[in-house]
């Protein structure tokens, strides 16, 4: 299980590291299209130490010369540039219902690729809550099956621990198949991702999350073993 959930956070530490890219980008390029203020500035700077020069009450600096430059141009409002972050539309965040699900997908605000696959995710561990808190417990029925011995209890478990990494193995070449990466468009194009592919990708990993919980609930199920479990505990 741990192996598993540590697969899901790198996709998820891979997504974050694509979003916050792409926003660096776009703020870098806001800033190349906006020079004015800084170009204003120094221009302002330039003539105000011009008129110190000639001895031009003007150019006198601090509370005084600031308002007597204020007089004979007006200061622009530079302060409209960092304002314009309240108009960013708001990031989307993972949500935990159907319906907010949907509304995501509909309106699909920044980061909604990364936020959808995630909410799929939690929303499908969120129904297998139940079931995880019984496996933690280590509460399990038994299933009537029954080892005759130490020896085929041990292979009993040298067969899960097979089963365990072959299906591991799978999980990795799951998540690193074209088809996977692909569902997620180009990493500063967020229109180009497929958003059916997000939400079908990621029930399907969860697939492989429930096959995990269905291996690791038949250990306690075998009578044989609990007994020996409970002796060497």
């Not at 000639?54 to 006198?60: H, L, Q, W």
């Not at 967020?190 to 990993?205: F, K, M, P, Q, Y």
Request: with cysteine; hydrophobic share 45%.
């Amino acid at each position: 299980m741990t192996v598993f959930w540590w697969l899901v956070a790198l996709t998820a530490c891979v997504g974050l590291y694509y979003a916050v890219r792409a926003r660096a980008a776009r703020s870098a390029n806001r800033r190349a299209a906006s020079p004015w203020a800084n170009e204003e500035l120094a221009r302002r700077a330039d003539q105000q130490d011009r008129w110190a020069q000639r001895g031009d009450a003007r150019g006198v600096y601090g509370v005084e010369g600031a308002e007597m430059m204020r007089r004979v141009d007006p200061e622009p409002d530079i302060r409209a540039e960092p304002d314009r972050a309240a108009d960013y539309p708001k990031t989307a965040t993972i949500v935990h219902t159907q319906a907010d699900l949907d509304t995501l997908l509909a309106e699909k605000p920044p980061c909604w690729r990364w936020a959808a696959f995630a909410s799929v995710l939690v929303q499908r561990r969120d129904r297998l809550r139940s079931r995880l808190r019984d496996d933690q417990l280590g509460y399990a029925a038994p299933s009537g099956g029954r080892a005759a011995g130490g020896a085929e209890v041990g292979r009993f478990v040298l067969d899960r621990m097979d089963e365990m990494i072959a299906l591991i193995k799978h999980v990795e070449d799951f998540m690193l198949t074209p088809a996977f990466v692909g569902v997620f468009g180009e990493p500063g194009d967020e229109s180009s991702a497929d958003a059916e592919g997000i939400v079908h990708t990621a029930n399907r990993l969860m697939d492989y999350h429930d096959r995990f919980l269905g291996m690791v609930g038949a250990l306690p199920r075998l009578r044989s073993l609990q007994r020996i479990c409970a002796a060497a505990g």
